[in-house]
C-alpha cells in the first residue's frame, strides 16, 4: 500500500530488487547472529531472539515476492 492507502502493485523489476534487498539484509543478520554468538561465552540471548525473530520475518517476506514472481500452475 501507498501513504494514501492504495494498493500498489509492484513489477517484476521492482520485486526483484526488494528480493535482492531483503535477502541482504537476511545475510547480515545471520552474519550478526552468528556474531554475537562467537563473541562470548554469554552471549546476549535477548538479541539473539530479537534477531532471528526478524530473519523469520524476512524469510516470510522474501517467500511472498518470489510467489509473485512464479505463475500460478494449475495441475
Known sequence: M?????VVELTQKEIRAEL???RQEHRDLDQ???ALHTASPQPDYLQL???K????ALKDR???L????LPDIIA
Open 49 to 51: 531472539q530479537r534477531l
Open 2 to 6: 501507498d501513504e494514501g492507502g492504495n
Open 20 to 22: 535482492a534487498l531483503l
Open 66 to 69: 518470489e510467489d509473485k514472481l
Open 32 to 34: 550478526s547472529v552468528e
Open 62 to 64: 522474501i517467500r511472498a
Open 53 to 56: 525473530r526478524k530473519k523469520l
